[in-house]
């Protein structure tokens, strides 16, 4: 055995190794990563929301922090398998599959994390109640809050903190006690600089009144000033976990560099259940089986070890999906499907070649070193231009908002580059490994028999 073959037979074993760890890993875990399979809004259902900004001439870097944002707020309430991308020039598309809570999530993304402290002038402020300040004098509002004239939401209130001095590290969920054994849910915060001192300076001069705490415009509480904050710190207390959830989420994952209103909110269902995603894995296999038997019918031994290939080739696949992780769609399905057929492709001109050199005297491991050389370019060169097609598509996707096309197309981008290494390292080097233990008389087993080949007949001579 040549170091050539040694080499490759550890890269295999090497990579069958990772795959079946990260399929088969039972803390769904692997290097820190949450590997597990994540199925799209159509196999599993969830909400989709459109954000749409209320700024004009919004830049797309702008758009692109704001998306951000948002990805880091869903997924700090658990929703891992998110889908957040732009849309157009004012527009970010949320897809949530499989949320437990979709109130909850709608509101996290509703407002722009804008915490502020505000002098009320002596007033208590009822909550939820929209109101300007001297930070932000126009709120964006949605269809339901719009008024005629914005001066009906009375004066403009003195901001004490500025939003941007936040510390979003030291946003932390908590309880405030109430009473002897009582408490309430509450979020830690912490400003700096001018904001801390500003802060410190009213709360000295005003302990026993009350000071608004306000969240993108509008009021979260109104309590009142038992003693100052010297070092920008307090708590926030809400009425419930829920509320809790939502304002530490806003906060502790950073503002949005615009505003944003939900244009569409709409609850999608599965358009396979889950009898059907199991019909469909059922299909799958029966598909994939009746290939093996083609391929170990037609080309025999050679088909046998394509058959091993493909499935190392299945199982690589999807340990990528769980790793990166993607997002299993219906066209993404169709593209991992539409790989596989690719991946057998590439077998099929190998083992055609291989018959054609050894019908022309070749011996058997001859032929299978030219049976690669020839058909090489062939699935070379097909498999670059479906790549350049997955890309192509990919970026279609991205740029539009379109991520039907962008799940068919990174599959099928990902099952190209598999069925090249399967195809091109794992079933040469298995059938590199077992030509020298065939001889002549068992060439049947590669589905090939020895024929003379003709030799061209010469033109008569001219008389």
């Known amino acids: 055995m040549r170091s050539r073959e040694i080499t490759s037979i550890i890269l295999i074993a090497v990579v069958l190794g990772l795959a079946l760890w990260v399929n088969l890993a039972p803390s769904q875990n692997f290097l820190g990563r949450d590997v597990r399979f994540r199925l799209g809004l159509d196999l599993q259902g969830g909400i989709q929301v459109l954000l749409r900004t209320t700024q004009p001439n919004v830049t797309r870097d702008q758009l692109e ?17 998110t889908l957040v991308q732009v849309a157009g020039n004012d527009r970010i598309i949320v897809e949530l599959p499989g949320i437990d809570n979709p109130e909850q999530a709608v509101e996290s993304l509703r407002g722009t994390g804008r915490l502020e402290f505000i002098d009320s002038q002596g007033q208590y402020i009822p909550d939820k109640t929209i109101v300007r300040t001297s930070s932000s004098p126009t709120p964006a509002l949605s269809a339901t809050e719009a008024v005629t004239d914005i001066n009906q939401l009375g004066p403009i209130f003195q901001s004490i903190t500025d939003g941007a001095d936040l510390d979003t590290s030291k946003v932390q969920p908590s309880f405030s006690r109430t009473g002897v054994t009582g408490s309430k849910p509450s979020v830690s915060f912490t400003f700096n600089g001018g904001s801390a001192q500003r802060l410190a300076s009213f709360t000295a001069a005003n302990v026993g009144k009350p000071m608004c705490i306000v969240l993108d415009n509008r009021v979260v509480s109104c309590p009142t000033i038992n003693s100052a904050l010297t070092d920008g710190s307090g708590v926030i207390e809400v009425s419930s976990a829920t509320d809790r959830d939502n304002l530490l989420t806003q906060l502790k994952y950073g503002a949005l560099p615009v505003p944003l209103v939900i244009e569409t909110s709409r609850s999608v269902t599965a358009t396979l259940g889950k009898e059907s995603v199991q019909a ?70 190998i083992f055609a070649r ?34 350049i097609t997955s890309l192509v598509l990919y970026f279609f996707g991205n740029s539009f908002g379109v991520s039907i096309i962008q799940g068919f197309a990174l599959t099928l981008f990902l099952g190209i580059v ?12 298995f059938l590199r490994l077992a030509a020298p233990l065939f001889s002549e008389q068992q060439a049947w087993l590669f589905g090939i028999d020895r024929r003379t080949p003709r030799v061209a007949e010469s033109a008569p001579e001219a008389a």
């Open 418 to 429: 598999v069925s090249l290494f399967t195809a091109v390292v794992v079933t040469r080097t």
């Open 280 to 349: 469909s894995v059922v299909a799958g296999i029966v598909g994939l089986s009746v290939v093996a038997l083609f391929m170990i019918l037609f080309y025999r031994f050679p088909g046998f070890l394509a058959t091993l290939a493909l499935a190392l080739y299945t199982l690589v696949s999807f340990a990528i999906y769980r790793f990166i992780p993607i997002t299993m769609t219906l066209p993404g399905i169709a593209g991992f499907i539409l790989s596989i057929g690719l991946a057998v492709d590439a077998n099929v001109l």
């Open 65 to 81: 922090t704001a998306r951000g944002v948002i990805k880091r707020r869903v997924d700090g309430l658990g929703a891992g398998e």
């Open 354 to 387: 291989l018959r054609e050199e050894y019908r022309k005297g070749r011996d058997i491991r001859t032929a299978l070193e030219l049976g690669f050389e020839e058909s090489w370019p062939a699935i070379r060169d097909s498999s670059i231009s479906t790549i």
